[in-house]
Structures are given as structure tokens and as C-alpha cells.
């Protein structure tokens, strides 16, 4: 196996945990001056294999399979953090998430922060946003937040439900996740009713809940979110008897990491193989219920005229792993939870592009400014795309390619895992570091050996492994961004503990973890009063 090249690139990259990209300028889709319109879906939970593999495609995607065929599609697409709010906020920001400290689904950005959609309002762009945002801090349920601010804490509690698939309704309901359905209603009317009576270019944003899990009610406060439900009409749309089982590690072999993850997931018992394979099934199910939603946008741009001006994006802010690698959710930097769909058709882009350059969710800050006409603003993570859509032959692509990164970011601090977490992928390789690089062994996988990401090779080609580390660490100070997680953690739990007074004990006893934590509860505050004092 040849060692990976990873020579410096044309660019300057400051090597602190402040690192920002600049590059030289390059061509532009924008060379008319033309204003044109955007229209964003973002989904919550859409594993980006399914729109690239073609041994993955057990279930119709008809729209989504427009948007490749009349525009691009991105193949190797990543969230900057495998979990809903930091995924969002560096979408919204341009921006690393140790960057805006955006360290779980609590703690994200200001209310008041300048988005990306801010920018191109104050440049005369219309500006309309509908369904899930969730990018700002305060937010989500408050055993999150307790089990990202404890995840230092030396025990091990469930703190989801067990992964369940759910048959809901009748074989003519199409409407299962009614506030997407509802959201959507809204979008398609003010594109029918308002849009298109507009004088001003305008970018209109869709947030999906689909095909994110369902609340599991018997996960105490808030919830968990544990159930893939959707109805007949969307589940005879699978190839079921074509969904694979995934090969698990056994649970002794597993990476500490991953066995934490996959315990507090509540995946460690047995499942049979007909629960896993419903479990996929469904979670397919529900993401034809998520393309039917994107048909309808599409379908309201085209009745008025205006899909020719408008550029299309959908995408994901992280994925679903859907029982492989025995956890479901996201919260990972397998494939399965941070590979992201990124799909764009719209004006002058060349129709069935397949674009293999990795990419990532920060990419899209400096696009809707392209797009917009706004001047690029300094101290970015992300790239535009634009570049990439204008190309019209390989060899464009390549001295494109020859001025963008050749790697992406991943990295994530919050609840299911018990070490902040760092993925660089460049070309086939991807490499994960944990904490402080020291105390909890790296991960490295060749994609294009080990799809599915079950051979750790990091010891057996330790010069790739420690070429990949050092790039890494000019990237980030990923030691440096773990102790400023370690600090926030244990300094937030403390300011709550101290908040609730003598309604701590029985708060922290029946969050989403009470099942587990009924059965030792003085062992486990325990723990957590040898932590505090640490």
C-alpha cells in the first residue's frame, strides 16, 4: 500500500484550532451578473449513500433522481458534526464548530449571529424560512444536554430507547410526519402566492424533520427518539427482502468509543434479524416520505415559471446509521451518520454531474453568498461550490480540485459518545482521533477496501495513521478544542446542579437514563460528586 501524499495544497492554512482556508479566485456560474433565486431543503437524518450508491437503492427516489438528472450531485458530501444543532450552525455560520463552540444541541450559535441568509437579505434578496432551523443555542431537551455536559462521568447508563420499527395508519396515508407535510403546504404556497409575483430575487429555506426517529415515550423527560415509524403506502415502496443486515464487531472487539455509544444507544442486547432488517426498511420508508416532500417544492416552482431561475439545493445535516455498526441515530463518523446527500440542479449548472470532490456543509456559506453576489467575507472553514457546477470536462475539474482543500472536517462533542471526536477524510482514507490523540486509540479506514468500515487499519499502517494525525493537527488543535469541551462540560453540570437546589436529586433521576439510574442511584451520584471534585 502506497503512503498517502499529503502535500500542501494552494492555499494558506493557519495551524491553530482557528484554522480558516483562503483561496485564489476562481470561475463562477455568476459571470452575467444575474441574480437568481435559491430554494434549500435541508432534511434531518438522510444517510447521502442513498442517493450516490447504486446498491443502495432499494427504495424510489423519483425526485431526488430529477435533481441528479437536470443538475449535480455531490458523492462524497460530509457533515461538519454528525448531530443536529453544531451540523446546522456550521451551515448557517461557514464555520467550524470549534470555531463558534457550537459543543452539542445546547450550545450553538447566538440568536443575533450573521448568517449566511442574513448577508443576502441586506444585498436585496427576499428572504423566506419555514420548518426546522435549529442552529441557536437554548434549545432541545434538557437530558440532552445533562448527557453531553456528564459524558466525562465514569458510568455507563442508556439513555435511549431501544431502536423499534412502527407500522402506522393505511396504505393510502402519505402523510406521516404532519408538521413536515404542514411546513411544506407553507413553502409551496408562498412560492405559488408570493414568490412568483416578486420584483427581488429571493432564497426560500425548508427544514424536514424526516426522516429523523420518532419520540419513544417511555424514555422519560422529552423523550427520546428511538422509533422509525411510517405507514404501508411508503413501506411497499422498499425492495425488502433486498435490505441488508449489517456485520457487526462483536461487542468485546468493539472501539471503547463505539461500545459507549452503541450502550448508552441502548444497542447492546440481542436483536433478531428481522428486527434489523424492519428497522432499515422503515428508515428507507421514511426517507421516500422525505423525497415525495422535496417533489412538492419542485412541482411548486415549476407551476409558476420559476424553476428556470432558481437554483435547487437538498441536503442533510447529518445521516442515520441505522443499525450498522450496532447503533442507530447519528453521533459517529461512520459513514452511515456523517455521509450527507448534496444535490444541486438550477441555471447553467451541466445536467447528471457526478462531482467525487469532497465536500461539506461549511461549502455552502460562501455558495449562497456566490450565488447572491455578495462579496466572500474572511475567516470562513468552507469553499464555494460554484466552481466545481461550472466545470464542463474532467480536466476543469481537476485544476479546480488543484485550489480547494483535499480533505473535510468532522468533529463532535456532544451526548452518545464519551470522547470529543475528529474525522479528516481525504481521497479514500478516513481518519478519527479521539480526545487528546493520547488516551483513546485513532481510527483508520481505506473506503475504498472497507465500505462498510470494519477494519481499523491504524496499527497495521501506522505511517498513514500518523500522517493523517499530524495534517489534523495543522487543521485544528483537536488536545486544545478537548479540554475547552472538558471545561464547558463540567463548569455547565455544576451551574445546573447549583441551580436546582434541593430538586437536583430527583431531577437528574428520572431524565431520559432513569431506568438505568433507579437501579444505583447513590453509585452513580456518586461518580458524578468524584467528577465534580476532580
Known amino acids: 500500500m502506497q503512503l498517502l501524499s499529503l502535500s500542501s495544497r494552494p492555499y494558506s492554512l493557519h495551524s ?27 432534511s434531518d437524518a438522510f444517510d447521502g449513500r442513498l442517493t450516490v450508491d447504486p446498491e443502495r437503492n432499494l427504495v424510489p427516489f423519483p425526485n431526488l433522481n430529477y435533481m441528479k438528472n437536470h443538475g449535480a450531485v455531490f458523492r462524497n458530501a460530509y457533515t461538519n458534526s454528525p448531530i443536529c444543532c453544531p451540523s446546522r450552525s456550521a451551515m448557517w455560520s461557514g464555520r467550524f464548530v470549534h470555531l463558534t463552540e457550537s459543543w452539542n444541541n445546547y450550545k450553538c450559535l447566538d440568536p443575533d449571529y450573521p448568517t449566511w441568509m442574513d448577508l443576502v437579505k441586506n444585498n436585496g434578496y427576499i428572504t423566506q424560512k419555514f420548518g426546522k432551523q435549529d442552529y441557536v443555542s437554548g434549545f432541545h431537551s434538557l437530558s440532552n ?71 419513544t415515550q417511555n424514555m422519560g423527560e422529552n423523550y427520546g427518539a428511538s422509533t422509525f415509524l411510517t405507514s404501508p403506502y411508503w413501506l411497499q415502496k422498499v425492495a425488502y427482502k433486498n435490505v441488508t443486515i449489517p456485520k457487526w464487531i462483536p461487542l468485546q472487539n468493539m472501539h471503547p468509543v463505539d461500545f459507549y455509544s452503541s450502550y448508552t444507544k441502548n444497542c447492546t442486547a440481542h436483536f433478531t434479524e428481522p428486527e434489523v432488517r424492519d428497522i432499515r426498511a422503515y428508515y428507507y420508508a421514511m426517507c421516500a416520505e422525505t423525497d415525495a416532500l422535496m417533489g412538492e417544492i419542485i412541482s411548486a416552482l415549476n407551476d409558476t415559471g420559476l424553476l428556470g431561475t432558481t437554483y435547487v439545493l437538498f441536503t442533510s445535516d447529518h445521516g442515520e446509521l441505522a443499525m450498522e455498526h450496532r447503533q442507530f441515530y447519528k453521533m459517529s463518523m461512520y459513514e452511515g451518520s456523517s455521509h450527507i446527500p448534496l444535490l444541486i440542479m438550477g441555471p447553467k449548472i451541466k445536467p447528471n454531474q457526478q462531482i467525487s470532490n469532497i465536500v461539506s456543509l461549511v461549502d455552502l456559506y460562501p455558495t449562497m453568498l456566490e450565488i447572491a453576489g455578495v462579496h466572500a467575507i474572511e475567516n470562513r472553514s468552507g469553499i464555494s461550490l460554484m466552481p466545481l457546477l461550472a466545470a464542463r470536462s474532467e480536466n476543469d475539474i481537476h485544476s479546480i480540485g488543484s485550489l480547494r482543500p483535499n480533505w473535510i472536517l468532522s468533529e463532535f462533542h456532544g451526548s452518545d459518545a464519551n470522547a470529543s471526536t475528529y474525522m ?111
Open 16 to 42: 491553530t484550532s482557528r484554522a480558516v482556508v483562503r483561496l485564489h479566485p476562481l470561475q463562477s456560474l455568476q459571470v452575467d451578473g444575474t441574480r437568481y433565486n435559491v430554494v434549500m431543503v435541508m
Open 145 to 215: 444536554r445533562v448527557e453531553a455536559w456528564s459524558r466525562d462521568v465514569p458510568f455507563l447508563l442508556r439513555q435511549e430507547g431501544r431502536p423499534v420499527a412502527v407500522l402506522t395508519g393505511n396504505s393510502s396515508q402519505k402523510r406521516v410526519m404532519d408538521e413536515d407535510w404542514k411546513n411544506k403546504d407553507l413553502a409551496a404556497n408562498w412560492i405559488r402566492k408570493e414568490a412568483q409575483n416578486l420584483s427581488q430575487p429571493f432564497i426560500l429555506y425548508l427544514g424536514l424533520n424526516l426522516p429523523h426517529p420518532y419520540p
Open 424 to 534: 479528516l477524510r481525504i481521497d479514500t482514507w478516513k481518519y478519527i482521533a479521539f480526545s487528546d490523540g493520547v488516551s483513546v486509540p485513532p481510527q483508520l479506514f481505506d473506503l475504498s477496501t472497507d465500505p462498510d468500515e470494519l477494519r481499523n487499519i491504524a496499527s497495521k499502517f501506522p505511517e498513514i495513521a500518523i500522517s493523517m494525525d499530524k495534517k489534523l493537527r495543522s487543521i485544528v488543535d483537536y488536545a486544545k478544542v478537548t479540554d475547552s469541551v472538558h471545561v464547558y462540560n463540567k463548569q455547565q453540570f455544576a451551574n445546573w446542579k447549583a441551580s436546582l437546589g434541593q430538586n437536583y436529586t430527583n431531577i437528574i433521576s428520572n431524565l431520559r437514563w432513569h431506568q438505568d439510574w433507579s437501579r444505583r442511584p447513590d453509585a452513580y451520584s456518586k461518580a458524578i460528586e468524584e467528577w465534580l471534585n476532580s
